[in-house]
């Protein structure tokens, strides 16, 4: 006799539950794993992007001393306090602010210079400073060492010229570069030049139905800078000039772009304030949530456990049945492009293996984002015979990497399918981030 067995009963979730649950808009968590504060972005149920942020000093600004001049490697090392010794390229000092005498064209030892850090030293390397400084806000920045106004690649043609009015009739600029006036300070050395840049987002002040004023959000980064200039001149050396960015400016200007998400989300108390500030201030069109729940945490919620052990793991497979092997070294990072199961499936003709080496860059551009790689990195993909194909896959994979806010660059792909990519290094790689105190 059959016994009648009772149908698991599914447990129904609230509509609340449900829409914190879906995270096709994109969710952008601040919360703890392992006991390590970790900000991360999922869309679509997928880990994009994660860091484990540990104090940066990137985008600090310190009064420096130029401690030695190193021709063979074209660099200073520059002491910023303390003793803490940085590199500075002799690119990226090209036109410095000398503070202790009369600029001629040459960096000295001795000499004093405000720098910007730009690198935070990593194992064995120093930091890395530039002489080159910026300050920016949402719409504009300004940089020490060039008197050229440039204008986002994201704006198009008809925007740049309408913003170049814009700001032209509010006195902001001199035909195609600021007034030096602007920056004028009571010291006997003359000021480098100073350029500006237009950002993407200055695109908000032609949308009349957004109250912003081009000016005030002008004026207001000029105030910041004049007070950078002021201090640098009345300040001793190994002053700290201004500090780096706090932990969710820092996240959000180097972490994620704005429309890669709707909301945040957080089970830190202390923090959802700070988080609720900074949106009403900066991001008004996002909503902040504090998460509490006492049954389901908010790693089980979105099952961050196994999101980020993939991320940590050397083999990534792809929907298809084929799968990436990434193996950084301490001189690149390689990653093999394998059909795996694929190959079972499917004869290997060209159109097939396209479709496949498709697939994988659209997880090879992730994947450096996620696991934050840098520096060189060779993809082996799988071996194409058409030129045409090959061309395809490297202005597919330009595209997908120009969604990343780091410098990442493809430089090119050899006849065998192996492709060059540069990423600029600014804070340490994922594995490297999360188990630094481990």
Request: glycine share 4%; proline share 3%.
């Amino acid at each position: 006799m059959s016994r009648f067995i009772q149908p698991k009963s599914t447990p129904a979730i609230s509509e609340e539950e449900r829409m914190l649950r879906d995270t096709n808009a994109g969710k952008l968590l601040f919360t703890q794993y392992r006991e390590k504060n970790c900000v991360l972005l999922l869309r679509n149920d997928k880990l994009i992007a994660a860091s484990f942020p540990e104090g940066s000093k990137i985008g600090a600004v310190y009064l420096a001393k130029v401690k030695n001049v190193v021709k063979n490697i074209n660099a200073y090392f520059v002491e910023i306090q303390n003793g803490e010794i940085c590199f500075l390229p002799f690119k990226e000092a090209t036109h410095p602010f000398v503070l202790n005498r009369k600029y001629d064209g040459r960096l000295l030892e001795g000499d004093e210079l405000p720098v910007q850090l730009v690198r935070d030293a990593q194992k064995t390397k120093q930091a890395s400073v530039t002489a080159h400084i910026s300050l920016s806000n949402d719409f504009f920045a300004l940089v020490f060492g060039t008197d050229h106004v440039g204008y986002s690649s994201n704006l198009n043609k008809s925007q740049k010229t309408v913003l170049k009015n814009i700001l032209t009739e509010e006195n902001i600029l001199r035909g195609e570069s600021l007034s030096q006036d602007y920056f004028s300070v009571n010291t006997a050395y003359s000021l480098p030049t100073i350029g500006m840049i237009v950002r993407t987002d200055a695109a908000k002040f032609l949308d009349e139905t957004l109250n912003l004023s081009v000016s005030e959000s002008f004026h207001e980064l000029l105030e910041e800078f004049q007070l950078l200039l002021r201090d640098a001149v009345y300040h001793s050396c190994f002053s700290c000039l201004r500090k780096s960015k706090d932990m969710i400016s820092f996240m959000l200007d180097h972490f994620v772009s704005s429309d890669e998400y709707n909301e945040m989300i957080t089970d830190n108390e202390p923090l959802y304030a700070d988080l609720q500030s900074f949106c009403n201030h900066f991001l008004p069109e996002k909503k902040v949530h504090l998460y509490k729940d006492n049954f389901i945490s908010l790693n089980k919620l979105y099952q961050l456990d196994s999101k980020l052990q993939t991320a940590f793991q050397e083999r990534v497979w792809l929907k298809s049945g084929g799968y990436l092997v990434i193996q950084p070294t301490e001189a690149l990072t390689v990653i093999d492009v394998n059909s795996g199961k694929y190959e079972a499936k499917r004869k290997a003709e060209e159109e097939y293996i396209l479709k496949l080496n498709r697939e994988a860059a659209e997880e090879i551009a992730i994947q450096l984002r996620l696991r934050n790689l840098s520096g060189i990195i060779i993809v082996d993909f799988i071996n194409m015979e058409s030129e045409t194909s090959r061309l395809d896959i490297i202005r597919y994979m330009k595209l997908l990497i120009g969604k990343d806010k780091v410098q990442t660059v493809v430089v090119d792909m050899t006849p065998l399918g192996l492709m060059e990519i540069t990423r600029k290094k600014i804070t340490k790689p994922l594995y490297e981030q999360f188990h630094s105190d481990i």
